[in-house]
Nanobody, 118 residues
Framework: QVQVAESGGGLVQAGGSLRLSCSVS????????MGWYRQAPGKQREFVAS???????NYADFVKGRFTVTRLRFKNTLILQMNSLKIEDTGAYYC????????????WGQGTQVTVSS
């Protein structure tokens, strides 16, 4: 059974940095795409960043230049380096793994909380 787990959230002051990690277990198949989404209280979940197994990265406009997504080579492990954090970056961050072979489908983690204070 595929499981997705995030770690690395916490409380940080505005302007600071945090590093989130995501790992996938339960399969030896590589995910086609892995990505991060976030959800603030009272708002819908939104796309943050993603990267394919060909290392093609995509970012939401509101994180470009501040966040960097990387993926360990040949592994279902995802890193999100978040710099210059803003109060509006506060929310629960969810990792997504999308498989097009093997365990086809989308898999989500439980989320990790990021809180940015003034």
């Amino acid at each position: 059974q595929v499981q997705v787990a995030e770690s690395g959230g916490g409380l940080v002051q505005a302007g600071g940095s945090l590093r989130l990690s995501c790992s996938v277990s339960g399969t030896l198949v590589g995910a086609k795409t892995m990505g991060w989404y976030r959800q603030a209280p009272g708002k819908q979940r939104e796309f943050v960043a993603s990267i394919t197994n060909d290392a093609e990265a995509n970012y939401a406009d509101f994180v470009k230049g501040r966040f960097t997504v990387t993926r360990l080579r040949f592994k279902n492990t995802l890193i999100l380096q978040m710099n210059s954090l803003k109060i509006e970056d506060t929310g629960a961050y969810y990792c997504n793994a999308r498989f097009i072979a093997g365990p086809r489908g989308d898999y989500w983690g439980q989320g990790t909380q990021v809180t940015v204070s003034s």
